[in-house]
């Protein structure tokens, strides 16, 4: 069973920035390739970040590239994302996921079998 456990969310105004984290368990830390999506309000999940376990590269979409920054702490078995700059369209529920995609499914929400429960970021003035 893998766990996920999101943390971070909450309510800033637009241009500020927010860090949410997402613990887990040694075993899936290492072993998969872990990520962020986000849904917002009356729309499809999005994804946001992920880093890919087969090569270490760190993929963004294209709405957050250059405002976001996804780290890992190897002694807390966490992923951090980092939001800069953020805007009211970043409003939205950020879950962090877990799985094995291919390269080439890294992207696709389906390719996600272990999602957290969701943390909620609202951007507003």
């Known amino acids: 069973q893998v766990q996920l456990t999101e943390a971070g969310g909450g309510r800033v105004r637009p241009g500020d920035s927010l860090t949410l984290s997402c613990a887990t368990t040694a075993n899936t830390f290492m072993s998969y390739t872990m990520g962020w999506f986000r849904q917002a309000p009356g729309k499809d999940r999005e994804f946001v970040a992920a880093?890919?376990?087969?090569?270490?590269?760190?993929y963004y979409a294209d709405s957050v590239k250059g405002r976001a920054t996804v780290s890992r702490d190897r002694d807390k078995n966490t992923l951090y994302l980092r939001m800069n700059n953020l805007k009211p369209e970043d409003t939205a529920v950020y879950f962090c996921?877990?799985?094995?995609?291919?390269?080439?499914?890294?992207?696709?929400?389906?390719?996600?079998?272990?999602w957290g429960q969701g943390t909620q970021v609202i951007v507003s003035s």
């Open positions: 996921v877990a799985g094995r995609p291919i390269l080439s499914s890294l992207r696709y929400d389906a390719s996600y079998s272990n």
């Open positions: 880093f890919n376990r087969n090569n270490n590269h760190i």
